[in-house]
């Protein structure tokens, strides 16, 4: 379990160095929250989030992927769409392209309505 949050972890610090280096400085008080965003590339929407639990590896899980998209987190599908499965993430952590025991799993959903922008 250690293990697992540790990844988390080290995940979303990445996601927040890639935000702060590509993108200008945010103000996250505007928002919802200190959680990340997650931006939803179906919806063209950013998303606030909260991380609640690590799971473990089973059952269904959508990805997102960590350095990418404008927010630094990003996923095809979002609330109401299609493929979007309640926050059950995985991240490819060791970037093999599919899920194993080495990847990360976890419970992170996505808190609406989403938004154009990210918060200034």
Same mark, same amino acid.
């Given at each position: 379990m250690k293990k697992t949050m540790m990844m988390i972890t080290?995940?979303?610090i990445t996601a927040v160095v890639t935000m702060?280096? $590509?993108v200008s400085a945010h103000d996250r008080t505007k928002?919802? /929250?200190t959680g990340p965003v997650v931006y939803v590339q179906s919806q063209g929407l950013f998303y606030d989030s909260i991380v609640l639990a690590d799971l473990p590896a089973h059952g269904n899980f959508q990805q997102l992927?960590? $350095?990418e998209g404008p927010s630094g987190l990003l996923t095809?599908? /979002?609330p109401g769409d299609v493929g979007y499965l309640g926050g059950r993430w995985w991240v490819d952590a060791n970037a093999n392209g599919f899920?194993?025991?080495?990847?990360?799993y976890f419970l992170c959903?996505?808190?609406g309505p989403?938004?154009?922008?990210?918060l200034d």
């Open positions: 080290v995940a979303l702060s280096s $590509g928002g919802r /929250g992927r960590p $350095g095809e599908f /979002g899920m194993d025991e080495d990847d990360v959903p996505l808190l989403g938004r154009t922008e990210l």
